[in-house]
């Protein structure tokens, strides 16, 4: 009996299905009534009855149970907001996570042949469509919003971290949520660094133009003008330093098997280039854009090269002593840090939360990995707009956008995006047992920083829902 009553489940789901999706009306076709069938087993987050939908309509995709389950524990499900294309046996549609503002399209596919099996599903996050636009708030409707909706998901277990608004470069809302420490009880507070992840690549580009400022490094050099004895020739030949900055070198990525191999033993910039400088290119330069961690190594190596500093006593002296930054550094993980907090990461399966430990890196680097707090980001952001790292040139050439992503534009080591009509630059990161964001919104004059110690999409759904938000830029005065 225990066996069939899975089945019931399904079954008394999947009636129900038409009728739970949303209020938007599903096409009678075949391809419209297994989407409706998948959402209502998904949405469920009955693990089970997700598997027992996914064995009798769509069995390769069984593998992705758990990642699927997961997902719908981290966004609470989807609702359903548009139907874009419509046929017998395909459809794709719009869906709103049920947790945040995140859109993502769908498109599902079916075999010809009765009875429709599912033969292929993609899901890809999209920004909300114009149609779907938040209304902006006023300041103080905005910080009331941000309070509700932390609080909210904090309860909930779903934000463990710190938040900040400003606004002219002053907070007008910082709170701290949840515990840095869940074996010693330490709760966070605004004083708690969190480990920042890929928001380390800001600091190495404001690096690389300092340099680039000061007539030390050329953008359009060739990485071989800096690191000569480097082990692939066509990559230091071919490879320029504005290659690496925009992430459209081929340079690849750093978390491969080789890393998990020698994770502890990568303590140096130039351990990295030992382990992968003999790697060749995924594409031809300047081609297309895709996100590469050791791109932004070889920026740190540079960086060092032309300073005749370490990559971290670079940065140490200018860019967090000039902006302010008391807080942040990189400092190794064996090496004890007053007021770092403890990483969750969700174990398999959707288990309890474990310590992130045995995911670090020895310390971080210049692609990421370091710690902060949302004060000290905000400093960040203040010297920025107040030139105190670069001159205005420069500082527009670091944020304004070089290349088109999935999400945007980038710039060099800062995306370039327009939220709900508000031009915001910035960087996230995330791994697992942290997540971070900062976006810095200069026509509106605000700046957000959230931080947790938890996985992602922790901060990235809190930073998005305030930035959807923000007061409308006031537009520009007319002058008689």
């Known amino acids: 009996m225990t066996l069939l009553k899975p089945r019931l489940t399904l079954i008394a789901l999947l009636a129900m299905a038409a009728s739970?999706?949303?209020?938007?009306?599903?096409?009678?076709?075949?391809?419209?009534?297994?989407?409706?069938?998948?959402?209502?087993?998904?949405?469920?987050?009955?693990?089970?009855?997700?598997?027992?939908?996914?064995?009798?309509?769509?069995?390769?995709?069984?593998?992705?149970?758990?990642?699927?389950?997961?997902?719908?524990?981290?966004?609470?499900?989807?609702?359903l907001r548009k139907v874009e294309e419509s046929g017998e046996q395909s459809?794709?549609?719009?869906?709103?996570?049920?947790?945040?503002?995140?859109?993502?399209?769908?498109?599902?596919?079916?075999?010809?042949?009765?009875?429709?099996?599912?033969?292929?599903?993609?899901?890809?996050?999209?920004?909300?469509?114009?149609?779907?636009?938040?209304?902006?708030?006023?300041?103080?409707?905005?910080?009331?919003?941000?309070?509700?909706?932390?609080?909210?998901?904090?309860?909930?277990?779903?934000?463990?971290?710190?938040?900040?608004?400003?606004?002219?470069?002053?907070?007008?809302?910082?709170?701290?949520?949840?515990?840095?420490?869940?074996?010693?009880?330490?709760?966070?507070?605004?004083?708690?660094?969190?480990?920042?992840?890929?928001?380390?690549?800001?600091?190495?580009?404001?690096?690389?133009?300092?340099?680039a400022e000061a007539g030390k490094i050329g953008l359009d050099d060739p990485l071989g003008k800096y690191l000569a004895d480097y082990p692939n020739k066509d990559v230091a030949q071919k490879v320029t330093i504005r290659h690496l900055l925009t992430h459209t070198g081929g340079t690849g990525d750093i978390f491969t098997p080789e890393f998990e191999k020698h994770r502890l033993e990568l303590r140096t910039l130039g351990d990295y280039v030992k382990l992968y400088g003999a790697r060749g290119l995924l594409f031809e330069p300047g081609s297309r854009w895709d996100y590469s961690n050791y791109g932004f190594i070889l920026l740190g190596v540079i960086i060092e090269k032309a300073s005749g500093q370490s990559y971290y006593d670079y940065v140490r002296d200018h860019i967090y002593r000039p902006a302010g930054m008391v807080s942040t550094a990189s400092e190794p993980e064996e090496q004890p840090v007053p007021n770092r907090s403890v990483g969750y990461t969700r174990a398999e399966n959707g288990g309890a939360w474990v310590r992130n430990t045995d995911t670090l890196p020895?310390?971080?680097?210049?692609?990421?990995?370091?710690?902060?707090?949302?004060?000290?980001?905000?400093?960040?952001?203040?010297?920025?707009?107040?030139?105190?790292?670069?001159?205005?040139?420069y500082t527009d050439m670091l944020t304004t956008g070089q290349v088109d992503t999935p999400n945007g534009r980038y710039a060099f080591g800062f995306g370039d995006r327009m939220v709900n009509g508000t031009r915001c630059y910035g960087h996230g990161g995330g791994?697992?047992?942290?997540?971070?964001?900062?976006?810095?919104?200069?026509?509106?004059?605000?700046?957000?920083?959230?931080?947790?110690?938890?996985?992602?999409?922790?901060?990235?759904?809190?930073?998005?829902?305030?930035?959807?938000?923000?007061?409308?830029?006031?537009?520009?005065?007319r002058t008689k």
């Not at 596919?109 to 993609?122: G, K, Q, T, V």
């Not at 210049?366 to 004060?375: D, I, K, M, P």
Request: hydrophobic letters at 40%; aromatic letters at 8%.
């Open 20 to 79: 739970c999706v949303s209020q938007v009306q599903l096409p009678g076709t075949p391809a419209g009534r297994q989407f409706a069938n998948w959402l209502a087993a998904f949405n469920s987050g009955e693990q089970e009855v997700y598997r027992q939908f996914l064995q009798q309509n769509f069995p390769s995709r069984l593998d992705a149970v758990p990642r699927d389950m997961d997902l719908r524990e981290r966004t609470g499900g989807f609702d």
């Open 91 to 211: 459809i794709v549609v719009l869906v709103q996570e049920r947790g945040s503002d995140q859109f993502a399209r769908l498109r599902l596919e079916l075999e010809p042949a009765e009875p429709h099996h599912i033969a292929r599903f993609e899901a890809r996050a999209i920004p909300a469509p114009a149609e779907f636009a938040l209304p902006h708030l006023s300041e103080q409707e905005l910080v009331a919003a941000a309070r509700n909706k932390l609080q909210s998901d904090a309860a909930a277990g779903r934000f463990a971290g710190a938040a900040l608004i400003a606004r002219g470069g002053r907070p007008i809302f910082e709170q701290a949520y949840g515990l840095a420490d869940h074996e010693a009880k330490i709760p966070n507070t605004l004083n708690t660094r969190f480990r920042i992840g890929s928001m380390n690549k800001m600091f190495t580009a404001v690096a690389t133009l300092q340099l």
């Open 362 to 393: 020895y310390r971080g680097s210049s692609a990421g990995g370091g710690y902060s707090t949302v004060a000290d980001l905000l400093a960040f952001a203040n010297a920025l707009e107040q030139h105190k790292l670069l001159n205005p040139r």
């Open 431 to 477: 791994a697992p047992g942290m997540n971070g964001e900062l976006e810095i919104c200069p026509a509106a004059g605000y700046v957000v920083a959230v931080l947790a110690n938890m996985d992602p999409p922790a901060a990235t759904r809190e930073s998005a829902f305030i930035t959807n938000r923000l007061p409308s830029p006031e537009p520009p005065s």
